[in-house]
């Protein structure tokens, strides 16, 4: 279950977000899907968390955008991050337009639990 974060600079378009919330849950889902969570496109509640965030008057960040993309770790998804973050960026890119913009994929050891 991916935890995404979207910081983006005030003078990006209100109007670029929701296009950036359509994309995100299956173009994450599809960048940190392995053997453990294979992702099967069918995406249920509590799957992707999206929380957007406009940068503060004291944050400091050279690019528009900045993707913070969290999700449980597995040696099969930690093996090639790299790779999974860079076609991550390559995906958004083709899908969005955004051209200032990072990309951050962590896997960090967690649990999660949710209602039913």
């Known amino acids: 279950m991916p935890l995404i974060e979207v910081t983006y600079a005030a003078h990006v378009p209100e109007s670029a977000l929701p296009g950036l919330a359509d994309v995100l849950p299956h173009l994450v889902s599809t960048a940190v899907e392995c053997p453990e969570e294979p992702y099967d496109g069918d995406l249920q509640p509590g799957d ?4 957007f965030r406009a940068l503060g008057p004291f ?6 955008v900045v993707i913070e993309v969290r999700s449980k770790f597995f040696e099969s998804r930690a093996v090639n991050r790299q790779d999974r973050a860079d076609r991550l960026h390559a995906d958004l890119a083709t899908a969005t337009g955004l051209e200032n913009f ?3 994929l962590t896997f960090p050891v967690a649990a999660w639990a949710q209602s039913e």
């Not at 944050?59 to 528009?64: A, K, P």
């Open 48 to 51: 992707v968390e999206i929380r």
């Open 59 to 64: 944050d400091v960040s050279g690019l528009d």
């Open 102 to 104: 990072g990309v951050y």
